[in-house]
């Protein structure tokens, strides 16, 4: 059983900063790819950022510049450091994995979901 579990959400004025961390544990054998999705109230779920196994990044446009992600393969974690947040980055942000759990078995799996309320 694999589990993503996810921490650094909170809340935080405008123009702070807030740090996401999500942890993948369980019978991993690899981790193919590795992101962060938001979904706002009323507004569908949208890709924020994504790091795929060779380290190349992507990003939505309302975030480049501010966001970074970055992966410690050795912890199987991934981190979001969001820097100039906007209120309209108020959302519930999960974390996104596709993991591979043994020969010809990968599977997608979410996390719980972490609350960030961007304060104006």
């Known amino acids: 059983q694999v589990q993503l579990v996810e921490s650094g959400g909170g809340l935080v004025q405008a123009g702070g900063s807030l740090r996401l961390s999500c942890a993948a544990s369980g019978s991993i054998f690899s981790i193919n790819y590795m992101g962060w999705y938001r979904q706002a109230p009323g507004k569908q779920r949208e890709l924020v950022a994504a790091?795929?196994?060779?380290?190349?990044?992507n990003y939505a446009d309302s975030v480049k510049g501010r966001f970074t992600i970055s992966r410690d393969n050795a912890k199987n974690t991934v981190y979001l450091q969001m820097n100039s947040l906007k209120p309209e980055d108020t959302a519930v942000y999960s974390c996104?994995?596709?993991?591979?759990?043994?020969?010809?078995?990968?599977?997608?799996?979410w996390g719980q979901g972490t609350q960030v309320t961007v304060s104006s």
């Open positions: 790091i795929p196994s060779d380290g190349s990044t």
């Open positions: 996104n994995a596709l993991i591979t759990v043994g020969p010809g078995r990968t599977q997608r799996y």
